[in-house]
T-cell receptor
Framework: DQQVKQNSPSLSVQEGRISILNCDYT??????FLWYKKYPAEGPTFLIS?????DKNEDGRFTVFLNKSAKHLSLHIVPSQPGDSAVYFC?????????????FGQGTRLTINP | GAGVSQSPSNKVTEKGKDVELRCDPI?????LYWYRQSLGQGLEFLIY????????KSGLPSDRFSAERTGGSVSTLTIQRTQQEDSAVYLC??????????????FGEGSRLTVL
């Protein structure tokens, strides 16, 4: 039962363009969402998060959008840079669980082409 | 250290042997988590510690898996009688406190386990 789904295993974008990574979830209890970035042979690193009381959160080149009715969130990276090439994981959790048990998606490998 | 430290970084073992994986969280972080990533899969939650207690063990895949944390710091994940399906990267993470609202997890580089 995959509660958090990233349906695109890979994405290729030209440098300078916008990268859009998508994530869908099924559990309506989720109320906190995060994106993590992972380089090879390294642990994931936190990128940006959003609470369900918001529909948008922006941090520099990174913006996360949340559509609660559609149970969908997306990460926009603009402009895309070669250093953004990595695997991106979407994650979700619920305050009522009382612990930060994150449920992760399968990841999307983003490749930025020069 | 500055970050989450895990050892060994790589472990190759024979089926049926026991293995121990160690995690040293960021100093002062009270919450500690174990995840694993199997080939082609996302990160799978295993267990969560708040201090030395484990309020959530729901992700441990079988009774061959156990974990402990002592002194509110170092944690050890033990896999007994390893099976080939246990092969994965085991990731440890810590956070300032269990709970959400900006308390993102800081991950170590992982321990890659290969069971032959």
């Amino acid at each position: 039962d995959q509660q958090v789904k990233q349906n695109s295993p890979s994405l290729s974008v030209q440098e300078g363009r916008i990268s859009i990574l998508n994530c869908d979830y099924t559990n309506s209890m989720f109320d906190y969402f995060l994106w993590y970035k992972k380089y090879p042979a390294e642990g994931p690193t936190f990128l940006i998060s959003i609470s369900s009381i918001k529909d948008k959160n922006e941090d520099g080149r990174f913006t996360v959008f949340l559509n609660k009715s559609a149970k969908h969130l997306s990460l926009h990276i603009v402009p895309s840079q070669p250093g953004d090439s990595a695997v991106y994981f979407c994650a979700a959790s619920a305050q009522v669980w009382g612990a930060q048990k994150l449920v992760f998606g399968q990841g999307t490998r983003l490749t930025i082409n020069p | 250290g500055a970050g989450v430290s895990q050892s060994p970084s790589n472990k190759v073992t024979e089926k049926g042997k026991d293995v121990e994986l160690r995690c040293d969280p960021i100093s002062g972080h009270t919450a500690l988590y174990w995840y694993r990533q199997s080939l082609g899969q996302g990160l799978e939650f295993l267990i969560y510690f708040q201090g030395n207690s484990a309020p959530d063990k729901s992700g441990l895949p079988s009774d061959r898996f156990s974990a402990e944390r002592t002194g509110g710091s170092v944690s050890t994940l033990t896999i007994q009688r390893t099976q080939q399906e246990d092969s994965a990267v085991y990731l440890c993470a810590s956070s300032v406190a269990g709970g959400l609202g900006g308390g993102e997890l800081f991950f170590g580089e992982g321990s890659r386990l290969t069971v032959l």
